[in-house]
């Protein structure tokens, strides 16, 4: 048999992976406690998203174990074992703020949460291709120190850097630069599965995300950033800029195009290998160029303040340059532009909010 196990399997990626993998093995084991609820509150609660993935995928088995504890993950690699061909890992805590309130559950939930599943991993499947979602986070604040030009909308890299024709590469420094404690936690995780990978010779895959999006994410204030803007410009609620003149650049990768950069690495994989994966210069987009697209595709007036209080660590320009990746695994690119990517997010959440009654039908 031939399963591929997922963490954080109710999440955005998670349950990308779940649905994209579901036809191409023979059983997809999903670990997800839920943690996110704890994290964000009622807005982060991902039992919707799991109930989703049980209704519509019969190979799919959800199992609620803490990647914190050894002792939960245990009997599930004892179960499964060599079967287990794929590890697609991406249960985390995934914001900055958040961070800052508990750093013992931050690290213990990323960096020792990771090493749990890659001891795991060594010790019941070895041969399995264990792939880690990272963030561009690792990189600390050093693309602050860019030199970066102000435009209407955006802020936007001096045309002379080598940076500006297509993004951050790989060896941007991880070292003497601020992180936030996510940051570093994230750090700690991403070097501990590069390490696995060139030292005992493992299949590991590390992949430092931009700002991953797609329809199937419970966006929260703290954490999601399209998802919650586009959820405000539905409801009315009000929204609040952090900072930057509201001028700050993330480029966005869909859901799907990460995965299907997962099953690519996975057919011809490759040990501790580490790839920047966002929208590039794809798909990206400033905060006020986000908010324009919300009010176009929802047809409202979006409601939002602004603070001049900026999210310590938070990129002022960040996108992601993905030829390394492109060089290796030639036959990816991209399918889902910004547009079409926030259209499938606003109708996928107007359908939730119809369905709780927080919105009209």
């Given at each position: 048999?031939?399963?591929?196990?997922?963490?954080?399997?109710?999440?955005?990626?998670?349950?990308?992976?779940?649905?994209?993998?579901?036809?191409?093995?023979?059983?997809?084991?999903?670990?997800?406690?839920?943690?996110?609820?704890?994290?964000?509150?009622?807005?982060?609660?991902?039992?919707?998203?799991?109930?989703?993935?049980?209704?519509?995928?019969?190979?799919?088995?959800?199992?609620?174990?803490?990647?914190?504890?050894?002792?939960?993950?245990?009997?599930?690699?004892?179960?499964?074992?060599?079967?287990?061909?794929?590890?697609?890992?991406?249960?985390?805590?995934?914001?900055?703020?958040?961070?800052?309130?508990?750093?013992?559950?931050?690290?213990?939930?990323?960096?020792?949460?990771?090493?749990?599943?890659?001891?795991?991993?060594?010790?019941?499947?070895?041969?399995?291709?264990?792939?880690?979602?990272?963030?561009?986070?690792?990189?600390?604040?050093?693309?602050?120190?860019?030199?970066?030009?102000?435009?209407?909308?955006?802020?936007?890299?001096?045309?002379?850097?080598?940076?500006?024709?297509?993004?951050?590469?790989?060896?941007?420094?991880l070292d003497h630069t601020?992180?936030?404690?996510?940051?570093?936690?994230?750090?700690?995780?991403?070097?501990?599965?590069?390490?696995?990978?060139?030292?005992?010779?493992?299949?590991?895959?590390?992949?430092?995300?931009?700002?991953?999006?797609?329809?199937?994410?419970?966006?929260?204030?703290?954490?999601?950033?399209?998802?919650?803007?586009?959820?405000?410009?539905?409801?009315?609620?009000?929204?609040?800029i952090f900072g930057y003149?509201?001028?700050?650049?993330?480029?966005?990768?869909?859901?799907?195009?990460l995965v299907n950069m997962?099953?690519?690495?996975?057919?011809?994989?490759?040990?501790?290998?580490?790839?920047?994966?966002?929208?590039?210069?794809?798909?990206?987009?400033?905060?006020?160029?986000?908010?324009?697209?919300?009010?176009?595709?929802?047809?409202?007036?979006?409601?939002?303040?602004?603070?001049?209080?900026?999210?310590?660590?938070?990129?002022?320009?960040?996108?992601?340059?993905?030829?390394?990746?492109?060089?290796?695994?030639?036959?990816?690119?991209?399918?889902?532009?910004?547009?079409?990517?926030?259209?499938?997010?606003?109708?996928?959440?107007?359908?939730?909010?119809?369905?709780?009654?927080?919105?009209?039908?």
């Amino acid at each position: 048999m031939n399963i591929a196990l997922v963490t954080g399997s109710a999440g955005l990626i998670g349950s990308e992976s779940v649905a994209f993998f579901s036809d191409k093995f023979d059983l997809v084991v999903g670990i997800d406690n839920n943690m996110r609820q704890y994290f964000f509150g009622t807005d982060g609660s991902t039992e919707w998203n799991r109930n989703r993935l049980e209704d519509s995928y019969s190979n799919y088995t959800h199992r609620s174990a803490d990647i914190r504890e050894v002792s939960e993950l245990d009997p599930i690699f004892r179960e499964f074992g060599t079967d287990i061909k794929l590890i697609v890992h991406t249960a985390a805590q995934p914001s900055h703020d958040w961070a800052a309130r508990e750093p013992f559950t931050d690290f213990s939930v990323n960096a020792n949460g990771t090493l749990n599943l890659l001891e795991m991993t060594r010790q019941h499947c070895p041969e399995a291709v264990f792939i880690f979602t990272s963030t561009n986070k690792v990189y600390g604040d050093n693309p602050n120190y860019l030199p970066l030009v102000e435009t209407e909308t955006r802020w936007e890299i001096d045309e002379n850097h080598p940076y500006f024709k297509d993004g951050i590469d790989e060896y941007m420094s991880l070292d003497h630069t601020k992180h936030s404690l996510f940051g570093a936690s994230k750090v700690a995780a991403d070097i501990l599965v590069q390490e696995y990978g060139r030292y005992f010779g493992m299949k590991t895959g590390v992949f430092r995300g931009g700002c991953l999006t797609g329809p199937n994410h419970s966006g929260a204030q703290l954490h999601g950033f399209l998802s919650y803007l586009m959820k405000c410009a539905i409801t009315g609620n009000q929204y609040t800029i952090f900072g930057y003149k509201g001028k700050q650049v993330r480029d966005n990768i869909h859901s799907w195009d990460l995965v299907n950069m997962f099953w690519h690495f996975y057919q011809a994989p490759r040990a501790g290998e580490v790839y920047n994966a966002g929208g590039g210069r794809y798909a990206n987009c400033s905060m006020l160029e986000a908010i324009a697209l919300c009010e176009e595709i929802s047809g409202n007036k979006m409601n939002y303040t602004y603070s001049e209080t900026n999210r310590i660590g938070d990129h002022i320009w960040y996108v992601s340059n993905l030829n390394k990746f492109k060089e290796h695994y030639p036959g990816w690119n991209w399918t889902y532009d910004l547009k079409e990517t926030m259209s499938q997010i606003h109708d996928s959440m107007v359908a939730r909010l119809q369905s709780t009654g927080a919105v009209a039908k």
